[in-house]
């Protein structure tokens, strides 16, 4: 397997135009999971999504961000519109289990977003 | 209070030493700690993961509970150059919280 797949790797955009970023997990994972990452906040969970249906998007910051999961083989993460605030690393990462022992989440390689 | 805290660090030590990492969290209803380590652009991965209070050890790295304390370690032996990376704490009841990550190099 590829593992979980990111697209693109890197993002530039001017502040107020839409972003969308792109997700393929493991196939047969039945946990998606969008992180955010930066140097003063860490690694923060955004949103989950189990069989394709969105559980947890408490971590979503405004209605700026949506996410979606159409089918168990892709998932986006929009924003609109975009602010400067909003440059990060987004990682999407895959599970078999949301908890428990072995509860690995794989990670992708991330997408670097700036936005001016 | 962030319920998993992890001092960011930077942490640069010469290579052969031991490189020691900690974490305390707020949460008792965590059951399960992990320590997945991230390199320079890349996504983390999990190094070690751990479900009671003691001690576990994998070739050079050994990964400690403490439960009643609410404190978790991470030890790298014998460390190398290649260690150098970005390590974060992780922690699940229901979920993964993770630590703020702390970035260690370790110099030839």
């Known amino acids: 397997d590829a593992g979980v797949i990111q697209s693109p790797r890197h993002e530039v955009t001017e502040m107020g135009q839409e972003v969308t970023l792109r997700c393929k997990p493991i196939?047969?994972?039945?946990?998606l999971f969008w992180y955010r990452q930066t140097m003063m906040r860490g690694l923060e969970l955004l949103i989950y999504f189990n069989n394709n249906v969105p559980i947890d998007d408490s971590g979503m910051p405004e209605d700026r961000f949506s996410a979606k999961m159409p089918n168990a083989s892709f998932s986006t993460l929009k924003i609109q519109p975009s602010e400067p605030r909003d440059s990060a690393v987004y990682f999407c990462a895959s599970s078999t289990k949301l908890a428990g022992p072995q509860n690995e989440q794989f990670f992708g390689p991330g997408t670097r977003l700036t936005v001016l | 209070q962030k319920e998993v805290e992890q001092d960011p660090g930077p942490l640069s030590v010469p290579e052969g030493a031991i490189v020691s990492l900690n974490c305390t969290y707020s949460?008792?209803?965590?059951?399960?700690f992990m320590w997945y380590r991230q390199y320079s652009r890349k996504g983390p991965e999990l190094l070690m993961y751990t479900y009671s209070s003691g001690n576990k050890e994998d070739g050079r790295f050994t990964a400690q509970v403490d439960k009643s304390s609410k404190y978790i370690s991470l030890f790298i032996r014998d460390s190398q150059p290649s260690d150098s990376a970005t390590y974060l704490c992780?922690?699940?009841?229901?979920?993964?919280?993770f630590g703020a990550g702390t970035t260690v190099t370790v110099r030839a």
């Open positions: 992780a922690m699940s009841d229901y979920k993964l919280s």
């Open positions: 949460n008792s209803a965590f059951q399960y």
């Open positions: 196939s047969g994972h039945d946990y």
